[in-house]
């Protein structure tokens, strides 16, 4: 991947789009770009871990932590009024307004939770709920000026580059969280979030300045949506989308299902190895703690190493279409494994390549699969599918985890309802496929 081809033949890449053609294949004039939008979700990752530090520390320390058996719950019925608001506002401005005001307002928030906090007040419940709000929202509303930036072409060449910016946030902006929250408190890692939010809009504005070069940017950079309809409505009225909601909600009911399978064979596997007794409470947690260290420490890294040389080289050979049916292929796999032989072992090697997979090749094609999609569709409709849809999972999951835990069914009928649900998944990325391959078929650019 030496050189790029124009209609006046081929030209040859400068050192920096060669070397960033290791892990992408990058194009003259696309560097700039691409280059800053890795910075800011870098940025918003890294600040995203050092919130989610902070919500943690606040939880526990007001004996709060029952409130994640509710939160889902209350954010996706949050969500049901946040989002029509949200295409509301967005209707009525361009992009780097709405990427502006929506930023900062969410900057504000955590600054008034800081001095809350300052205050000794007990957020610990109130910023739970606002963090998981924000998370999705804000993440959705980033990967959408990213497909509103970029082509089909461009977006399929050049996401996975812009994913392990994501990648390597969320490695080390947990890493630094640890390392602030010992030495100065979660509210310095409230204050760091803040500054980062703010940076990140800057990068957002100079981004847009970058791509303002082609006459279809500068166009849809200075225009409205528009009005039209709720993204809740815009996902109605179309199969793609609807296919797309699906996908959202039956991955993350998989996942979370297999989170509780693995939280609880540690659990087990720790009173089994210390025994049950309050004199080695201290050991079981200890052993606890540190399997969670290290279930992350391997998915992160593994994660990354996927998202560098193995998202792009995929999608080059099979497409984002094919490439879907990877991740559901590999939990049904694992799950099928875990009904003939269920183990401690077996649930965290599951585990640790499923999230990779998820974190890396995953959320790559989930966020590709908006570039054939209108801007209504990239504003409205994503914010509905990565927000409310993610957080109705939440909610199907804790309820599915509590009529089977009720009946003290097995790991076995867990794995097998796991197998059963990535049937529905696959049929769902079947229909993707199918979608995409006739938008294929019509003379539009594939995917």
Known sequence: MSEATTFDGPVEKRP????LSLFADVRSGE???VLLLMLMMFLILAGYYMLKTAREVFILSEGG???KSYAAAGQALLLLVLVPAYGAFASRVNRIQLITWISLFFASNILLFALAASAGMNVGVAYFLWLGIYNVMAIAQFWAFANDLYTQDQGKRLFPLIGVGSSLGAWLGSIRAGSLVESAGPIRLLLAGAVILIACVGIARVTDRVMRGTRAQRTSG???LGAGPSGFSLILSDRYLMLIAALAVLLN???TTGEYLFGRYVVEHATATYGAGAATEAARGQFIGETYSRFYSHVNLLGLLLQMFVVARLFKVLGVGRSLFIHPIIAGGGYLLMLRAP??????????LDNAVDYSLGNTTK???WLPTSRQAKYKAKQAVDSFCVRAGDVLTAAIVFVLTSAAVAVPIFAAFNVALTLGWLAVVSGLNARLRAQAA??????
């Open 65 to 67: 932590a029952e409130i």
């Open 31 to 33: 560097t700039a770009s």
């Open 343 to 352: 183990s401690f072992q077996a649930i965290g090697l599951l585990k640790t």
């Open 367 to 369: 966020q590709a699969l």
């Open 16 to 19: 920096i789009e060669r070397f």
């Open 222 to 224: 200075d225009e409205a």
């Open 253 to 255: 009911v998989v996942n």
């Open 442 to 447: 019509s003379g539009r650019n594939a995917l």
